[in-house]
């Protein structure tokens, strides 16, 4: 079953064959989707190159991205614009911190740490759903990103990231109530603790990973393809009825007290 075919979608926040947005994307193409992918800089490219290779993405939708370099966001919508004329989904799955910040804790973090953090993680959402507001209005589709846990309870050695991800959902939410009149849908997926290179940037992750293991009802982490069978049901006609939820696939961690 292809539910996906015909459907168009933008995918960023691929680093490498761990990212969860490679899994999204990998099942996204699996159910029919055509897709376009953006890597970080050239140094990325090497790692996203081949993946994108293998989900048969023409490379002239293979597209840099550096949300804080000026521009560049403009570039991709407008590339996309140009060679599709129309979007059917948008996958945001991107957060980032300076070291300082990871390190310090939450009272004593700087001004700019925190805005770059705010800019990459949070606010980058807001600015893809402005530039994508007129190609998804033509297909009536759907905006996704990707948040934790810890942006609504606290969780340990989160600190830095928690706020970026209460304020991403409260967007959702926001954008969710602005977009539905036109039938443009937004979503967030809440991903359970999964090994990836971003992950590895928070404190004694190992750590997480062993406690979410042996606390989740399903008593496993989850895995990147699974969150992607959530991401495509979002950015599909199934889940025409749904949109600004929070929606867990975490094998049931969050349930627990
Ligand atoms: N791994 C987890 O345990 C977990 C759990 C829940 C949510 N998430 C979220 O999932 C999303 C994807 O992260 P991941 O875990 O797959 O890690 P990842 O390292 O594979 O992906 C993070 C992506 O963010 C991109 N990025 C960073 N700075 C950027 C910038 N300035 N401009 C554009 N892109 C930038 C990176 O290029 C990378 O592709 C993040 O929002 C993360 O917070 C991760």
Redo the contacts with the bound molecule.
Sequence with gaps: MQPLKGKKGLI?????N????FGCAQVCREQGAELAVTY?NEK?KKHVKPLAQGLEINDSLLLP????KEGELETVFEEISNQWGELDFVLH????ATKEMTNSRLIEVKLDDFNFAMQ??CYSFLAMARLSEPLLKKTQGSLIT???LGGQRVMENYHF?GPMKSALESCVQYLASELGKDNIRVHAI?????Q????SGINDFAGLLTTTKARAPLQRLCEPKEVGELMAFLSGPNSRGMTGGIHYVDGGYNIMG
């Design positions: 960023t926040g691929i680093a490498n761990q990212s969860i947005a970080l990325a991205l550096d949300v804080t799955a991107m957060a980032s990459v993680s990707m948040t934790y990231m809440s991903a359970g603790a999964m990836t290179r971003a992950a």
